[in-house]
């Protein structure tokens, strides 16, 4: 009898318990609607939902249904995952699971890493979500160590450390599930790191392979690097890539040149500022495209790899879109990483005269040679934190557009010697922001790849920070700097509902549908990169406190 | 006695020797040197010119006179948001960050 009701209490428990979620499921991640199985909503990394039951017509009727507090007040990025009724999401110091129909915890499990660690985060304390696979979850935290829970229980399962972080570097990063390979990258470009992308098996936490981001002197592309400098060159890996399951590759992008000053590392600087094409199962590099050589202002090229189908010249072509830091919009053949098309998606560019139209290569512009040559004080667009930054983009191939929070300030840049200290922040450059004179940092955009034209643009201000959700309902989801978290018209960006959240939003959006209703959610939490550094007048009006909040229809 | 008291309690708080009222004056090239780690070490979170620009971080123009202790323990072992240094920085050169902080006021 004792047994029967244990059982009975077990199976009551069941709904919530993730069970076993395959490889065969993750493939079909993008299609699926009753989960959100993947960072970036499946492995093209779209964001894009085919849902409709929220539309432009209906969602002037969108409210919200639970809310639930992070506590906790640091930059939330976390992008949650959805799996049969229960939400997982995570912190920089806990990971959590939530009823989707209640929003009551489930489970929470801490995570506690040494505070010293925070002075190694160049960009803010953070953590931008979990993976999910065969009934476990998979995250990195800001020590460097990659942990897999039960996700039934949160009970931890492994915890390994990928690599000492008194050597500057941590993780943020979302893994993502390839091929049965639990695949990340580092952090820590600020820091005199050489960064890796890492592939381990999820069983164990074992490393498999690692793929150094640097190529060191006797590898191939090591000439491209005077003398060792390559092994403080960083080049971190610290934002999810998308992977093509026919192709069989992985696409991750690569960082910024460690130091900043380009002049103390002559050479393009292999792999810097780059998107690598993987094999997920050994991390053999199968083609490499560099956005941006010798990479003089911290022009990252891991923005979200896109990957779809274009025309281009009448011909379909499987390509990766990628709006880089340097304020370029790119689509490279994904096949074989030939550069197909590169266009200036900001208002102003300053740091070079254009891309070279065959081969992409920029063209830096009298401005970026003179503070190169002279180290003096120059005004360069965009900012260090680029045309945008890690906010993912949506791409709807229902319109053709990428929805992207794109930003606009320029800096004052120039050369500052330092010395390197283990651990310790070292760039030999210095800058302050130059805000635009309307107060418009941030203006979200609705691009046309090849042309890298905006067909609409809404200027929100401040220098929003989060992602962007598209969605078959032809809307257009993103949150604000100010904690609004707004919906627009995917054809004209015309605003058509608002709500606004507790703090300001840096996360990305996520929808799906739960026994019949489509569900909204988004994180919000202000702090991280935007927080410390961007003098915007709106930032020091927003109160900090993460939360989660859901939304649904009205009855 | 009431006086006494308050005087008293005026030393207690500031945490040092020092009256309440007393300017603290430093070594140019302990604040020389202050500068340069600052630059290094604390400008990316507390701003050029400690400036701090998102306000995510102490606005250290504010750090009252008279708390050495107080800024040596924050630096050394970090508080709220703070993380702590003292593994990378020696308590010399925390008190010449602390000599540029006071030292270099307007």
């Known amino acids: ?555 | 006695m009431r006086l006494l008291a308050v005087a008293a309690l005026a030393l207690t708080l500031a945490g040092a020797a020092l009256p309440a009222n007393a300017k603290e004056t430093f070594d140019p090239a302990q604040i020389a040197h202050g500068k340069k780690l600052f630059a290094e070490i604390c400008r990316h979170c507390h701003g050029a010119n400690m400036v701090n620009m998102g306000g995510g971080s102490f606005d250290l123009r504010t750090f009252p006179e008279g708390q050495r202790d107080r800024f040596m323990n924050s630096v050394t072992k970090g508080k709220n948001n703070m993380p702590p240094h003292g593994d990378v920085l020696s308590q010399d050169e925390i008190g010449d960050l602390y000599a540029y902080v006071m030292g270099s006021k307007p």
């Open chain 1, 1 to 555: 009898m004792k047994r029967a009701i244990l059982c009975a209490a077990l199976l009551a428990l069941a709904p919530f318990a993730a069970q076993a979620q395959s490889a065969a499921e993750l493939l079909k991640a993008s299609k699926t609607t009753d989960a959100v199985l993947t960072y970036g909503l499946g492995y093209d990394l779209n964001r894009f939902s085919p849902l409709t039951q929220i539309n432009t017509k209906t969602v002037k009727k969108l409210v919200p249904k639970w809310s639930y507090s992070l506590a906790d007040d640091q930059g939330q990025e976390s992008q949650p995952i959805v799996y049969k009724g229960v939400m997982y999401v995570t912190t920089h110091k806990a990971t959590m699971a939530l009823d989707v129909n209640t929003g009551r915890q489930l489970w929470k499990t801490a995570y506690d890493y040494p505070q010293e660690v925070q002075r190694i985060a160049c960009c803010g304390v953070t953590n931008r979500g979990v993976a999910i696979y065969e009934g476990k979850l998979f995250r990195t935290t800001l020590d460097a160590h990659v942990v897999a829970y039960d996700a039934a229980t949160g009970k931890e399962l492994w915890n390994e450390e990928a690599i000492p972080y008194h050597d500057g570097y941590t993780m943020t990063v979302t893994p993502l599930i390839a091929d049965g390979v639990l695949i990340l990258g580092v952090s820590g470009g600020e820091y005199g790191i050489r960064g890796f992308i890492e592939g381990r098996d999820p069983a164990t936490g074992k490393s498999l392979w690692r793929r150094y981001t640097t190529a060191a002197p006797d590898e191939k592309g090591g000439d491209t690097w005077p003398g060792d400098t390559a092994k403080r060159g960083g080049a971190p890996a610290w934002l999810t890539g998308s992977y093509d399951p026919e192709l069989g590759l992985v696409y991750w992008g690569t960082g910024n040149g460690g130091p900043w000053n380009a002049a103390l590392r002559k050479g393009a600087n292999l792999y810097i500022c780059s998107m690598l094409a993987l094999k997920p199962k050994t991390g053999e590099l199968v083609w490499h495209y560099q956005f941006t050589p010798n990479d003089p202002f911290d022009y990252d090229g891991v923005n979200d790899p896109v990957l779809t189908t274009l025309k281009v010249d009448g011909k379909d072509r499987k390509v990766l879109l990628q709006a880089n830091r340097n304020g370029y919009f790119y689509v490279l053949d994904r096949t074989n990483g030939e550069f197909i098309k590169g266009s200036q998606f900001v208002d102003k560019l300053t740091w070079a005269d254009g891309l070279d139209p065959k081969t992409g290569v920029p063209i830096r512009s009298a401005l970026t040679n003179k503070v190169l040559e002279t180290g003096e004080e120059t005004e360069i667009w965009p900012s260090m934190l680029g045309g945008k930054n890690w906010a993912p983009m949506a791409y709807s191939p229902k319109t053709g557009l990428a929805y992207v929070n794109s930003l606009n300030m320029g800096m004052k840049y120039k050369i500052a010697e330092a010395d390197w200290r283990r651990g310790v922040m070292w760039l030999e450059a210095d800058f302050a922001f130059v805000l635009p004179e309307d107060g418009n940092a941030g203006i979200l955009r609705a691009i046309d790849p090849l042309t890298g034209k905006s067909k609409w643009t809404v200027p929100v201000g401040a220098p929003d920070n989060g992602g962007v959700l598209a969605t078959a309902g032809d809307l257009v989801f993103t949150g604000h700097q100010t904690g609004e978290f707004s919906a627009y018209d995917a054809s004209n960006g015309e605003k058509l509902w608002s709500y606004q959240t507790a703090s300001g939003i840096e996360a990305p959006p996520v929808t799906w549908n739960q026994g019949g209703k489509q569900m909204v959610a988004v994180v919000s939490g202000f702090g991280a990169v935007m927080s410390m550094y961007v003098p915007h007048p709106v930032l020091g009006t927003v109160p900090k406190g993460g939360s989660v909040t859901v939304f649904q229809l009205a009855d």
